[in-house]
């Protein structure tokens, strides 16, 4: 991945590529069915010219003020040491707060995004992919039929590639979305030419006009009309990896103007022929370059998806940094770059669901209901949390942030109300899948809590420990033993069971504890800490930020190089405890939240998997807990 480039550091063309390859996906192919899909609200009255203009001022100034000012403008102004997306926003602003209450809503906000964001990225596969290949019954009716099955083809082929990473086909996404936009611009200027009114819209008024003319219609058309900023998180998400001026640069620049262009150019095709209603997008082209551009749009919906299902893997490994999630399975498919991972669960998990929404839905006019919740459920999440992080980083006036972010949110819950009123249609897959995970994240969240409390509970003081084992006669024996614990401050359970089985305590001892810290990353020089506790004895504490994966056994060799601890990794024995959980007589929490937790702990990979620990150095040692 191409590092971020600093306010110093000019932009390149290879980073502008790389941001329209990763970054741009999911926005870039709304044009195949956001204005088609808002059409089709007044297609039974017969559309006129006002009602055309209507709907692209709507489009265009949702794209201004959701993702002009309120994104590319103000929001990625919060960046977490570089990095952003809701999980990072919402640990800015839990900063300095020290009311739990307030970090519970603040924490639960961010985690409600975190989980239509996962939403959004099941349906996107699924709305993009089938309006690619819906564009084979403009070249040929009788291709109906080949739809799905060619759909599905595409799909499974993505999902079935993720393990080999995104290195190879990342190199390839900046010139083709390159090509995508300058199609779509060029595409749009030939209409426009034609039918230069069309660029009436670009005043608001035809927005405020259709808008008061249709009323509860019109509510109900902004539903669609927010599938043409869908993909506006992903430019504050991506923010990390290129940094946000070539992000902006792109955006204002060539994005923004090529997508506008596209809009008209399907508004003037619709004025001056309305019987081009039924595929605007595809019938913008002239007869011969109606088949590549079905090529041509597949290749950029598979980007788009891509991107979602990228950004998938890194939430997820977010949320089990912060501790919303168990530890899964995290293949690094890159041996340079950190970023590049595939988390094999979410992958079939996300295709599983792609799948059921490609033959329940069937089309992507019927998904269209599906998709606008999880988009603008996570904007309302983002509006809350941006508002709080520009009161108290920013120190912005309570009146400034009121009355900026008091617009956006209300903005953004106009656009939720419309998708709300799409529940019935298919807007309740959303917000089941987002439920549902939010009571997985939340269950899991308080087991951790409680069984830390117990842990505690039932664990001997380090302190007490060192204080009496000079005068305890144990036998120390060569080697290096290494004990994992949750907190420093406490003797690892499997050390006691060790010493209560075998009697004897090794030569070397380190009590390592995995402290998983709200940066996104943690600098090499901070990454370790070295307290001698005894003769022999030391404990060392590693960091992580919630955008890194463990790795145990280097980091230990690097404190080894650094600290005189004589660490070989070939030689070290790790000790780790395996706890059986079971429910307790009077459980702490309510019974389905309990089994919610006890099959997610069951099912978690193992502490050696996760921080990568040679499974020929490992011993386990279990206990039975109840919680």
């Known amino acids: 991945m191409t590092p971020p480039a600093s306010p110093a550091t000019p932009v390149r063309l290879g980073m502008l590529l790389g941001v329209l390859g990763v970054v741009y996906g999911d926005i870039g192919t709304s044009p195949l069915y956001a204005f088609k899909a808002t059409l089709e609200h007044f297609k039974h009255d017969g559309v006129d010219s006002a009602d055309v203009l209507g709907i692209l001022s709507l489009i265009f100034w949702s794209l201004v003020l959701v993702v002009t000012c309120k994104y590319v403008l103000l929001v990625m102004r919060a960046d977490n040491r570089g990095e952003g997306g809701i999980l990072a926003l919402m640990v800015l602003a839990q900063r300095g707060v020290q009311n739990p209450r307030v970090r519970r809503i603040l924490t639960l906000i961010g985690i409600a995004g975190a989980c239509l964001f996962f939403g959004d990225g099941v349906i996107t596969p699924a709305i993009s992919v089938l309006s690619a290949v819906e564009g084979l019954m403009v070249v040929n009716p009788l291709l109906h039929e080949l739809v799905i099955p060619i759909a599905l083809l595409v799909i499974l ?51 405020v006009a259709m808008i ?3 009323k509860l219609l ?16 992903a430019l504050y998400a991506d923010m990390g990896h290129f940094g946000a001026r070539p992000i ?53 919906t598979v980007i788009a998806s891509q991107a979602m299902i990228s950004g998938a893997y890194s939430v997820a490994r977010q949320c089990m940094q912060l501790g919303f999630l168990p530890r899964l399975t995290v293949h690094h498919t890159s041996s340079s770059e950190e970023g590049q991972i595939y988390l094999p669960q979410v992958n079939w998990a996300i295709l599983v669901g792609v799948v059921i929404l490609v033959f329940a839905f069937r089309t992507s006019d019927n998904l269209a209901s599906a998709y606008g919740i999880a988009v603008t459920g996570t904007f309302l999440c983002t509006s809350v949390l941006a508002a709080v992080v ?27 109300a419309a998708n709300v009123l799409k529940v019935p249609q298919g807007g309740w897959v959303p917000l089941v899948l987002g439920l549902a995970l939010v009571a997985l994240m939340t269950s899991w969240k308080r087991g951790r809590d409680l069984l830390l409390d117990r842990w505690k509970q039932d664990s001997l003081p380090l302190s007490s420990f060192l204080a009496r084992l000079p005068q ?3 036998v120390r024996v060569p080697g290096m033993a290494i004990f994992m614990t949750g907190n420093s401050d406490f003797v690892p359970g499997a050390l006691l069971h060790n010493l209560k089985h075998n009697k004897v305590l090794h030569e070397r001892v380190l009590f390592v504890t995995v402290a998983n810290e709200d940066t996104p990353s943690v600098p ?91 499974t020929d150095r490992v011993v386990e040692l279990g206990v039975r807990v109840a919680i």
């Open 390 to 416: 520009f009161r108290r980083t920013y120190r912005w006036r309570r009146a400034t942030v009121i009355g900026v972010f008091g617009v956006f949110f209300l903005l953004d819950f106009t656009y939720f």
């Open 157 to 207: 082929g993505l999902f079935l590639m993720q393990w080999r990473g995104t290195g190879l086909m990342g190199r390839l996404f900046g010139p083709l979305m390159l090509v995508w936009f300058s199609v779509l611009g060029l595409l749009g200027i030939i209409q426009i030419v034609r039918n230069p009114a069309v660029l009436l819209a670009l005043s608001p008024s035809y927005a």
């Open 524 to 614: 090499a020089a901070e990454r370790t800490t070295v307290t001698k506790l005894a003769e022999g004895i030391h404990r060392v504490i590693v960091r992580y930020g919630f955008m890194e994966s463990p790795h145990l056994p280097r980091d230990l060799a690097a404190v080894s190089a650094t600290e005189g601890l004589d660490f070989d990794p070939l030689q070290a024995s790790y000790f780790l405890g395996r706890e059986t959980l079971v429910a307790a007589a009077r459980p702490r929490m309510p019974i389905w939240r309990l089994w919610l937790f006890l099959v997610m702990a069951r099912n978690a990979i193992s502490a050696t998997e996760f921080f990568r620990i040679p």
């Open 248 to 300: 902006r640069q792109a955006w204002l620049f060539f994005v923004l103007p090529a997508l506008s262009l596209n809009y008209f150019g399907q508004g003037a095709l619709v004025l001056a022929s309305p019987e081009a209603i039924e595929n605007p997008f595809y019938l913008l082209a002239p007869q011969w370059f109606r088949l590549p551009l079905v090529f041509l749009s597949t290749a950029a």
């Open 212 to 214: 008061f003319h249709y």
């Open 472 to 474: 305890s006669r144990t």
């Open 218 to 233: 019109s509510l109900i058309a902004l539903g669609s009309v927010v599938l043409a900023v869908t993909g506006a998180e």
